[in-house]
């Protein structure tokens, strides 16, 4: 597999971004079009490259911005006829009362909540990608692709709602948190009529999956049973009759791909969000990141706290394997769904 850095910089020539354009939507980008495409990618390069090597003070707000960059560059190449100045200059999402949770006792940054907003950022990289998350599993390309509902205006997540579904940061999790909602597993091609029959595994990594952890992350979907068998979980979930190869009936669905598997990946369950929605592992990502960045902003005393070590610092290898998650696995999906396997 390619690196996706190998990918992305194809997007900063204005040469190549114009024929690329064409390629993909049949029309003509001009020159100015794609300088401003261009741009986005050369700048978002840059911020992930200062990311690498900066301080851990400023390396949450580095890698945001090169986030934001990536994704803008993305939301004007694949959607016809989106320029610079018709992007959105908010980010799409809001901080909802941090002064208010930092100050109260025994809370910690997991609890940090933000807001969905009508539109901005968020919402424009998240149409232009379909909501979208293309899957590697079993092999060390793109496997399967599936699409989500775009998260609506007013939907809230706490900083730990998203990393407990997160498989890559998912050991450290759970040595700050015990309420993991993720595992590795599969779905089974026979099962009763009116069910769908899927597997977990015991452990992601060296984190044990136990069944509360089973039952957390099916639920609110209506389970049948949960049963131990060779070493892994056994969930026999609910289905309409005639629906039992849908997505609605099950948990939500990412891969996980190791660093040292050589890009070859396996499927993951992570528990849907309040409400039963569920959305792609690049916005995820993109809240995530918009979170660290906000904090070490405006919070930056509380922020250094955490990357020194200073106080109350048991989210602090959580939140550092999170930014590392972000380096390395964000561009990829970028890079993804700028390939031409990705329509």
């Not at 580095?62 to 994704?71: C, K, M, R």
């Not at 190791?258 to 959305?279: D, V």
């Amino acid at each position: 597999m390619r690196g996706p850095w190998e990918v992305l910089v194809n997007f900063e020539s204005q040469e190549l971004v114009r024929r690329l354009y064409h390629a993909r939507h049949g029309r003509e980008a001009n020159a100015a079009h794609a300088a401003e495409i261009g741009a986005c990618f050369t700048q978002g390069a840059a911020y992930f490259e200062s990311a690498r090597v900066a301080d851990r003070a400023v390396r949450p707000l580095l890698l945001y911005y090169g986030v934001l960059s990536l994704a803008r560059g993305t939301s004007m190449f694949l959607r016809p006829g989106r320029r610079e100045a018709s992007l959105s200059q908010a980010h799409g999402l809001a901080t909802v009362s941090w002064g208010e949770t930092l100050a109260r006792v025994g809370s910690d940054v997991g609890d940090l909540r933000v807001r969905v907003a009508e539109a901005g950022s968020f919402q424009e990289f998240g149409d232009a990608t379909g909501n979208r998350s293309m899957l590697r599993i079993g092999r060390n390309d793109i496997s399967q692709v599936l699409s989500y509902h775009r998260a609506t205006a007013g939907q809230e997540f706490s900083l730990a709602d998203l990393l407990s579904r997160l498989p890559e940061v998912i050991e450290q999790y759970d040595r700050w948190r015990q309420d993991g909602r993720c595992a590795i597993g599969g779905i089974r091609p026979e099962s009763p009529a009116g069910t769908v029959s899927i597997t977990m595994q015991r452990r992601v990594g060296a984190s044990i999956v136990d069944r509360a952890r089973v039952e957390r992350v099916v639920n609110p979907l209506p389970v049948v049973a949960i049963e131990e068998a060779d070493a892994q979980w056994v969930v026999q979930l609910r289905a309409d009759p005639g629906t039992e190869s849908g997505l609605s009936h099950l948990p939500g669905i990412w891969d996980y791909v190791p660093t040292n598997m050589l890009g070859i990946g396996s499927l993951c369950f992570a528990a849907r969000y309040e409400g039963g929605w569920f959305g792609s592992k690049s916005g995820a990502l993109f809240v995530a990141a918009y979170v660290l960045g906000m904090l070490a902003r405006y919070f930056p005393s509380r922020w250094m706290a955490l990357a020194r070590n200073i106080g109350s610092d048991g989210g602090t290898p959580t939140l550092l394997a999170t930014m590392s998650t972000i380096e390395q696995v964000f561009p990829q999906l970028v890079a993804d769904f700028m390939t031409p396997t990705s329509t």
